[in-house]
């Protein structure tokens, strides 16, 4: 079944470096990958969508690549700060699936000052 | 612009029970999804409307739960009854395409639990 894997541990990461997170897919081909922020109590907000197509995408800080080789996308949060400390989720979609998001559990990112 | 609004923000009942969860979209989304979340596992699909008319309820666990969204505007899901692997938070999210491309925006979610 399809299966999206990210690291369940938290990043600790100091203020002003960069912080990266990875997403693994296996047993699906995504056309799009789509990433999410969540805080507590709260729900997802939308970062950044890539297409199979598109090796990298970038926003402000942010950059998103997708390795269809490695089934893997990587988020980037350069020039980190204590703000951008919260859980970070990848949810592909493709036709198998309706295009309905499958979702990873997220990985909780922590900037320390 | 009003975002995506859920009612209740907490719910707590009995194993048994009867649970509606509602849910807002943004004004002029035809697209509507619900999703749960259940403690330390990753959000999960549960359904999708266009308007009023469910595209895709592959994600429904069982036919304990019922969504309607009647004239194509707010949406409900009932639980009835509620069983303990119930418990969770539901999400709400809407969209103005659903090609796997579009952006959702999602409530703030109900959190749900079952005793």
């Known amino acids: 079944s399809q299966k999206i894997e990210q690291n369940s541990e938290a990043l600790n990461i100091q203020e002003g470096k960069t912080a990266t997170l990875t997403c693994n897919y296996t047993?699906?081909?995504?056309?799009?990958l789509q990433w999410y922020r969540q805080d507590p109590g709260r729900g997802p907000v939308f970062l950044l969508l890539?297409?199979?197509n598109e090796k990298e995408k970038r926003k402000e800080r942010l950059k998103v690549t997708f390795d269809t080789t490695l089934k893997q996308s990587l988020f980037h949060i350069t020039a980190s700060q204590p703000a951008d400390s919260a859980t970070y989720l990848c949810?592909?979609?493709?036709?198998?699936?309706?295009?309905?998001?499958?979702w990873g559990a997220g990985t909780k990112l922590i900037i320390k000052p | 612009e009003a975002g995506v609004t859920q009612f209740p923000s907490h719910s707590v009942i009995e194993k048994g029970q009867t649970v509606t969860l509602r849910c807002d979209p943004i004004?002029?989304?035809?697209?509507l999804y619900w999703y749960r979340r259940v403690m330390g596992k990753e959000i999960k699909f549960l359904l999708h409307?266009?308007?009023?008319?469910?595209?895709?309820e592959s994600g429904m666990p069982n036919n304990r739960f019922l969504a309607e969204r009647t004239g194509g505007t707010y949406s409900t899901l009932k639980v009835q009854p509620a069983e303990l692997e119930d418990s969770g938070v539901y999400f709400c999210?809407?969209?103005?395409?659903?090609?796997?491309?579009?952006?959702?925006?999602f409530g703030p979610g109900t959190r749900l639990l079952v005793l």
């Open positions: 949810a592909p979609s493709s036709m198998d699936s309706n295009y309905q998001l499958i």
């Open positions: 047993n699906y081909s995504p056309a799009y």
């Open positions: 890539i297409r199979e």
């Open positions: 004004s002029g989304h035809d697209n």
């Open positions: 409307f266009v308007k009023e008319s469910k595209q895709d």
């Open positions: 999210a809407s969209s103005q395409g659903a090609i796997g491309g579009e952006t959702q925006y």
